[in-house]
């Protein structure tokens, strides 16, 4: 089993509040990704990483920003939660190629 | 359009049978497939990888790429009920990044 983390598993929150979604990994992984995904739709990209320092955006547009200073650590911060912010995110790793990527349980986020 | 389509389901079948998903694609640069399995509550992970056209055969799962149509499919033999999850299929093109499909759900019945 990926030893890949996601805290909280649930988050409900009120408009306006600052959050951040917590991500860890044991496995040593250099790559780190973000996606956001909605009930019954396909997951969207919205941040990765290859590794310390370095964040990217990635496909999905999203209010939320990450960083990595430390390899096993890559956490997702929005600094004013919104409704429209109310979605599944799930956080994921990989060693080496972009295809077999290890994910987390996800943080099911509700903004009210 | 999306660039990787899926039907939603749920897809049922009873215990023992064979599931067939499927999958279309728009990118054709797309050199890479994958397939994902999604349990309730829980991330995706990986069940097969292709690389190109052609089968991929691993135990009762047969993955299949037909690049010529833009079309992946997954067969899954002797279906369990602890099959039953949503099944993610997922597509790149060389240097990019993974594009996923919106999961198909399947419901194995005993």
């Known amino acids: 089993e990926a030893d890949i983390y996601q805290t909280p598993r649930y988050l409900v929150i009120g408009t306006g509040k600052k959050i951040t979604l917590e991500c860890s990994q044991t496995?040593?992984?250099?790559?780190m990704y973000w996606y956001q995904q909605d009930p019954g739709m396909e997951l969207h990209l919205i941040h990765y990483?290859?590794?310390?320092?370095?964040?990217e955006k990635g496909d999905l547009s999203s209010e939320s920003t990450v960083s990595r200073i430390r390899t096993e650590h890559f956490p997702l911060t929005l600094e004013s939660a919104r409704p429209s912010h109310t979605s599944q995110y799930l956080c994921?790793?990989?060693?080496?190629?972009?295809?077999?990527?290890?994910f987390g349980p996800g943080t099911r986020l509700t903004v009210l | 359009q999306k660039e990787v389509e899926q039907d939603p389901g749920p897809l049922s079948v009873p215990e023992g049978a064979i599931v067939s998903l499927n999958c279309t694609y728009s990118?054709?640069?797309?050199?890479?497939f994958m397939w994902y399995r999604q349990y309730s509550r829980k991330g995706p992970e990986l069940l097969m990888y292709?690389?190109?056209?052609g089968n991929k055969e691993d135990g009762r799962f047969t993955a299949q790429v037909d690049k010529s149509s833009k079309y992946i499919s997954l067969f899954i033999r002797d279906s369990q009920p602890s099959d039953s999850a949503t099944y993610l299929c997922?597509?790149?093109?060389?240097?990019?990044?993974?594009?996923f499909g919106g999961g198909t759900r399947v419901l194995v019945k005993p």
């Open positions: 997922a597509g790149r093109a060389a240097g990019n990044k993974l594009t």
């Open positions: 994921a790793s990989s060693a080496g190629g972009e295809d077999e990527q290890f």
């Open positions: 292709t690389y190109s056209s």
């Open positions: 990118n054709s640069a797309f050199q890479y």
């Open positions: 496995m040593g992984h250099d790559k």
């Open positions: 990483s290859y590794g310390v320092n370095s964040t």
